[in-house]
């Protein structure tokens, strides 16, 4: 079977969100430049250069600054001839004009972004960086420069979270025009600073029956709307679900690259180190 997608890890956050257990590193002081040349000598020793799909995730990418988002947008499309769908996960508020019609010139023609909620409460609880007004300018800047697939990711069953709350951010996420939602009820991860806060008796989330009454909620709504569910967590329209998701549910072959990345190439499952050090040193030993 041919090798027709690849992940790319940018393991990089302003803040850390505090529910994430990704491979993931607060991005002030950290050696993102020297991260990123390694990254693209380890893209640049891959045996494969047509993809059909290729999706650049984190940590969260546009974390990068302009020069740096530039650089791996360069390095990408210099290695790689993209025939298909190029996504790039991002935040609300990090996703300004230029940064987008940067990605628009590069041939990203999807973009992910974690949205999560509508609710400024809930932003500050998650520890997101975006405000609400973020979400609505960062959706307007990609439909501006022309960016034809946009997903809005959603969570439900969190800290202080009522239905009529979720109710609420699923229906302003809908008023958007948007063409695909993701949407994840909460999990206390091991090492998150909710599990820690948990664990102490700090955090109270909501019980098991409201976050049913959620999902419940979340597949009859999209019923009525024009997103059909493909997946267990995710709605598209027509000729709008993910097509590098699907590379990982029909367990096709697909590779990896950057920190902790994972690939499945030949039957057989790869995943880099996890330490951002040994990731280094090994790509510039090599």
């Known amino acids: 079977m041919e090798v027709k997608s690849a992940y790319i890890h940018i393991p990089f956050c302003v803040r850390i969100c505090t529910y994430c ?4 590193y607060f991005i002030q002081n950290q050696p993102v430049d020297t991260y990123l040349d390694c990254l693209i000598t380890e893209m640049q020793q891959s045996e494969v250069r047509k993809l059909e799909t ?8 546009t974390a990068l600054d302009y020069q740096q988002l530039k650089k791996l947008l360069v390095a990408i499309t210099d290695t790689f001839e993209i025939k298909g769908e190029f996504s790039f996960e991002a935040n609300p508020d990090e996703l300004t004009i230029e940064k987008v019609q940067l990605l628009k010139d590069y041939g990203v023609n999807r973009l992910s972004m974690g949205v999560q909620t509508f609710k400024p409460e809930l932003l500050d609880i998650l520890g997101r960086t975006h405000k609400t007004e973020d979400i609505y300018q960062s959706v ?8 034809p697939s946009i997903s809005l990711d959603l969570m439900y069953h969190l800290p202080n979270q009522t ?12 008023s ?32 098991e029956d409201i976050g049913e009454e959620m999902y419940e909620y979340l597949l009859e709504r999209m019923e009525q709307s024009e997103m059909h569910q493909y997946e267990i967590s ?26 902790g990345a994972h690939s499945f190439w030949q039957n ?19």
């Not at 257990?21 to 993931?24: A, G, H, I, S």
């Not at 880099?272 to 030993?285: A, L």
């Open 268 to 286: 057989t499952r790869f995943h880099n180190t996890y330490d951002m050090k040994k990731y280094i040193h090994y790509q510039i030993e090599i």
């Open 21 to 24: 257990d990704f491979n993931k």
């Open 140 to 147: 307007a800047n990609a439909r501006q420069v022309g960016i």
């Open 176 to 207: 958007m025009d948007i063409d695909h939602i993701s949407s994840y009820g909460l999990i206390l991860e091991p090492k998150t600073k909710f599990y820690n806060m948990y664990r102490k008796g700090q955090l109270k989330v909501p019980n």
């Open 54 to 61: 290729v999706f650049v995730g984190g940590g969260t990418p």
């Open 163 to 174: 239905l009529e709350d979720f109710q609420d951010s699923l229906e302003k996420a809908l």
């Open 234 to 259: 995710n709605f598209a329209k027509n000729g709008y679900q993910s097509r590098h998701n699907k590379v990982y549910w029909q367990t096709k072959q697909y590779l990896g690259f950057g920190l």
